[in-house]
């Protein structure tokens, strides 16, 4: 099974429209974070949350707000869609009790705003 | 601000050795960090670096020279599977992390 999972895997809405694309985990990680990647820009943060208390903006957090529920579920949602928010999403978790080197990443929930 | 700089595209052929750059405009950061991504796939760690000089992986070796600002990812006995793009990334004291836009390899036969 994998670690990090996202729902839905591909989704297409309408402007205006709220959404919420949702992020679990199973590694016991702290720490989560948003992420969209588009063509030649990489991946961009959108929020951080390093446990259950504590959110943090990105780069690119407006238009955007998140929900941690639990340490293994951080959702990111839309609150009125737009076209420029069409991207790949992805969901990813860091651990450890002091700085750590990997992410790991979810699969990406693809994303189309008509 | 926070900045990292990769070439666009890199071609290389099987069997071969490339170098993969990465500069960068920060400070104030733990260690720099390499991902792989396939076409449709999530990003997956490769290496990270938090000291200075080189560290090795298998065909992969990433290095780290802090008083230049600069990173690169060398990859070894090329196979055609390498073909992906790859990521820098670093990791800032604060635990957020900036990604540099990426390089695309092709790997040809």
């Known amino acids: 099974d994998a670690d990090v999972t996202q729902t839905p895997r591909n989704r297409i809405t309408k402007t205006g429209k709220r959404i919420m694309l949702e992020c679990s985990q199973t590694?016991?990680?702290?720490?989560m974070y948003w992420y969209r990647q588009d063509p030649g820009l990489g991946l961009r943060l959108i929020y951080y949350s390093f446990d259950v208390k504590d959110i943090n903006k990105g780069e690119i957090s407006d238009g955007y707000s998140v929900s941690r529920q639990a340490q293994a579920k951080f959702s990111l949602s839309l609150e009125s869609a737009i076209p420029n928010q069409t991207a790949l999403y992805f969901c990813?978790?860091?651990?450890?009790?002091?700085?750590?080197?990997?992410?790991?990443f979810g699969p990406g929930t693809r994303l189309l705003v008509l | 601000g926070q900045s990292l700089e990769q070439p666009s595209e890199v071609t290389a052929v099987e069997g071969a050795i490339v170098q993969i750059n990465c500069t960068y405009q920060?400070?104030?950061?733990?260690?720099l960090s390499w991902y792989q991504q396939h076409d449709g796939g999530a990003p997956t760690f490769l290496s990270y670096?938090?000291?200075?000089g080189l560290e090795e992986t298998g065909r992969f070796s990433s290095f780290l020279s802090r008083s230049d600002s600069y990173g690169y990812l060398l990859l070894q006995e090329l196979q055609m599977k390498d073909s992906a793009s790859y990521f820098c990334?670093?990791?800032?004291?604060?635990?957020?992390?900036?990604f540099g836009p990426g390089t695309r390899l092709s790997v040809l036969p």
């Open positions: 920060t400070s104030g950061f733990y260690g």
């Open positions: 670096n938090g000291l200075d």
């Open positions: 990813a978790t860091s651990g450890g009790t002091s700085h750590q080197e990997t992410q790991y």
């Open positions: 990334a670093v990791e800032f004291i604060g635990q957020n992390f900036v």
């Open positions: 590694k016991g990680h702290d720490r």
